[in-house]
């Protein structure tokens, strides 16, 4: 998967950017606050998921700008492709997207068509952050393997939601507390699917981030990563839910009823479930070096999109937002050798800061205007 056009406007400081970018290589350089991040940000955009640094769509308009547009082609391994995205400013924003010229208000459907990793200096947070960061990470990666996944991933929030409000209405009252568990059967069917469906990836997953994370430090230290699951504990679950496992699950939810109405929301399921992360048998979260956090969540994605490439027989598209200067060489030459059958966008002020020298385009961002230098 590659993008062979870009357009944008409009979209934060970017104005008229307009490229066909290298099938392989594209190095973006510029002083801070030029651009570079909110060109990625546009092409992550396409994807249909939520911003990898965390911003909302209506921050996407320029401060100036009374609308938004971005526009891709790009070749899915089959057949060239296009995706417009636009957004016009005002009370009631109004948001057009087309496939193919064919209209969609829904980004289920970018999700399914274009796929992106994405690295930035915040993919930190997998590490430190909550547990929510990498449960999202996981279901991001397990999702774009299998998109009709991302329906069940929608109805559990749903479900939780609803189970929530049930248990708030019942402090107040308005329903019976046993009407509570009138979403446990439901819950119980999405959250099952999910815990099976995360618990095989990180199967996948665990030995790659082994392998990657003893090549970048030449085998002095040793990464393990593994899917603990509030419902099912560190039990090997299947690829997909049994009823026996449905039933475990909806029988939990039962037991902590009381306590849930005590608490005032749901404390046992999908939502408690995290990714432990741990170097030579230690909790990298608590006893990791900044070092060995970075490394980790490098490796993370790295995994990431090794097992797309591997399982879809095509390449996601690579995001490098200002992350290669950080990195001696063996980090990045570690990166470049995984990803060098796949095209990647690399985003840094100081070309100088790259060891390993690769045969693309470069770009330069000022003021939010792209230029393409020879």
Same mark, same amino acid.
């Given at each position: 998967?590659?993008?062979?056009?870009?357009?944008?406007?409009?979209?934060? !400081?970017?104005?008229?950017?307009?490229?066909?970018?290298?099938?392989?290589?594209?190095?973006? =350089?510029?002083?801070?606050?030029?651009?570079?991040?909110?060109?990625?940000?546009?092409?992550?955009?396409?994807?249909?998921?939520?911003?990898?640094?965390?911003?909302?769509?209506?921050?996407?308009?320029?401060?100036? %700008?009374?609308?938004?547009?971005?526009?891709?082609?790009?070749?899915?391994?089959? &057949?060239?492709? &296009?995706?417009?995205?636009?957004?016009?400013?005002?009370?009631?924003?109004?948001?057009?997207? =087309?496939?193919?010229?064919?209209?969609?208000?829904?980004?289920?459907?970018?999700?399914?068509?274009?796929?992106?990793?994405?690295?930035?200096?915040?993919?930190?947070?997998?590490? @430190? +952050?909550?547990?929510?960061?990498?449960?999202?990470?996981?279901?991001?990666?397990?999702?774009?393997?299998?998109? !009709?996944?991302?329906?069940?991933?929608?109805?559990?929030?749903?479900?939780?939601?609803? &189970?929530?409000?049930?248990?708030?209405?019942?402090?107040?009252?308005?329903?019976?507390?046993?009407?509570?568990?009138?979403?446990?059967?439901?819950?119980?069917?999405?959250?099952?699917?999910?815990?099976?469906?995360?618990?095989?990836?990180?199967? @996948?997953?665990?030995?790659?981030?082994?392998?990657?994370?003893?090549?970048?430090?030449? +085998?002095?230290?040793?990464?393990?990563?593994?899917?603990?699951?509030?419902?099912?504990?560190?039990?090997?679950?299947?690829?997909?839910?049994?009823?026996?496992?449905?039933?475990?699950?909806?029988?939990?939810?039962?037991?902590?009823?009381?306590?849930?109405? &005590?608490?005032?929301?749901?404390?046992?399921?999908?939502?408690?479930?995290?990714?432990?992360?741990?170097?030579?048998? !230690?909790?990298?979260?608590?006893?990791?070096?900044? +070092?060995?956090?970075?490394?980790? %969540?490098?490796?993370?994605?790295?995994?990431?999109?090794?097992?797309?490439?591997?399982?879809?027989?095509?390449?996601?598209?690579?995001?490098?937002?200002?992350?290669?200067?950080?990195?001696?060489?063996?980090?990045?030459?570690?990166?470049?050798?995984?990803?060098?059958?796949?095209?990647?966008?690399?985003?840094?002020?100081?070309?100088?800061?790259?060891?390993?020298?690769?045969?693309?385009?470069?770009?330069?961002?000022?003021?939010?205007?792209?230029?393409?230098?020879?």
């Amino acid at each position: 998967m590659y993008v062979t056009s870009f357009a944008a406007d409009g979209f934060r !400081n970017l104005h008229g950017v307009r490229f066909e970018p290298d099938p392989h290589y594209n190095i973006i =350089t510029g002083d801070n606050a030029q651009g570079k991040t909110n060109l990625l940000d546009a092409i992550w955009l396409m994807t249909g998921c939520r911003n990898f640094h965390g911003a909302k769509e209506r921050h996407y308009l320029g401060f100036d %700008a009374d609308f938004f547009q971005c526009d891709m082609h790009f070749h899915d391994g089959r &057949r060239e492709q &296009r995706i417009a995205y636009s957004l016009e400013r005002g009370v009631q924003k109004k948001r057009k997207i =087309t496939i193919n010229g064919v209209d969609t208000n829904k980004t289920g459907g970018l999700f399914e068509a274009f796929h992106c990793v994405a690295f930035s200096p915040s993919d930190v947070e997998l590490v @430190n +952050g909550a547990p929510d960061k990498r449960r999202s990470f996981v279901d991001l990666c397990a999702c774009q393997l299998h998109p !009709n996944s991302m329906q069940y991933v929608s109805r559990a929030s749903l479900l939780l939601s609803q &189970r929530n409000a049930g248990i708030q209405n019942a402090h107040k009252g308005r329903i019976r507390r046993q009407d509570v568990t009138l979403w446990d059967a439901q819950l119980a069917q999405t959250g099952a699917w999910i815990s099976c469906m995360r618990a095989a990836y990180i199967r @996948n997953m665990a030995p790659l981030c082994s392998r990657l994370y003893g090549i970048m430090t030449g +085998g002095s230290e040793q990464l393990a990563v593994s899917y603990r699951s509030a419902v099912y504990g560190d039990e090997e679950l299947p690829e997909k839910p049994t009823p026996d496992l449905v039933q475990r699950y909806q029988e939990r939810l039962a037991e902590h009823v009381e306590e849930d109405l &005590r608490l005032g929301y749901t404390s046992r399921g999908i939502q408690r479930d995290d990714l432990l992360l741990t170097i030579d048998g !230690n909790p990298v979260q608590t006893f990791g070096s900044q +070092g060995q956090r970075k490394s980790t %969540a490098i490796v993370l994605k790295l995994a990431q999109a090794y097992l797309y490439n591997e399982k879809m027989q095509r390449s996601p598209v690579v995001l490098l937002d200002d992350v290669m200067g950080e990195l001696d060489e063996r980090r990045q030459r570690l990166i470049y050798e995984m990803i060098e059958e796949m095209q990647v966008f690399i985003t840094l002020c100081n070309p100088s800061s790259l060891c390993l020298s690769q045969k693309g385009k470069t770009f330069r961002m000022k003021a939010g205007i792209l230029t393409e230098e020879a």
